[in-house]
Each structure stands twice: as C-alpha cells, then as structure tokens.
C-alpha cells in the first residue's frame, strides 16, 4: 500500500463521517498528556472492519519532560461497509470510566 492511499485522522476531525475505500490505510494521530499518564486507547475495536497494523507513540517536543506526546496507529480497512472507531483518553490504571476525552469517527467503507 503506498502513501496516496493513506488518510490522517486527528482530533479535529472527532464526530465525522469520513469516506474510504476497501484496502486503504487509515493513520489516526492524537495528542496525549503522556507525562501525565494518560494515552488514548482504541474502544473495542471492529476487527470485522478493521485491522490494527500499528500503534506507537512519538515525542512532540524533544527535551522537555512532561510535555505532550503523539499516538498513531495505523489501521487497515479490511470490508466495505460502515465502522464506527471509537477512543478513549485515560490513566490505564484509573480505567475509561475516568476518560477525560473521547474521539469517534465513522468510516463509511466503500
């Protein structure tokens, strides 16, 4: 899979319906307070819909400490059809009923 067939989805696009194609690549970038904690975690992925390829974390700010850092995964859309991608923002110990974010995109698979 090559570059033009990857979209980026971030926060500002929390709420939307986005439209792609079966086989297209689906990078997803939100900010996290990672000094602090928190991550965001993938809420019950659709595996039917979607395959985790993969997930890491990247420093924003080198060379200060506490500052905010950047999640990507990167997903495969594996069917046609609609998915919802729902993520939640939260200290891993204090579970996602203590999320202080939530981010939701609909992919409407075509």
Known sequence: MNAENTLTIAKEDNGKIIRVRYGDLIRIELEAMGGAGYGWYIDNLN???????????????????????????????????????QMDHYRIWEGKDKATEHFSVTLAIE
């Not at 039917?48 to 495969?76: D, F, H, N, Q, R």
């Open 47 to 85: 595996i039917e819909y979607l395959e985790l390829l993969s997930e890491e974390t990247k420093v924003i700010a080198k060379g200060k400490t506490g500052a905010p850092v950047m999640g990507v995964w990167l997903l495969k859309t594996k069917q046609k059809g609609s998915v919802q991608l």
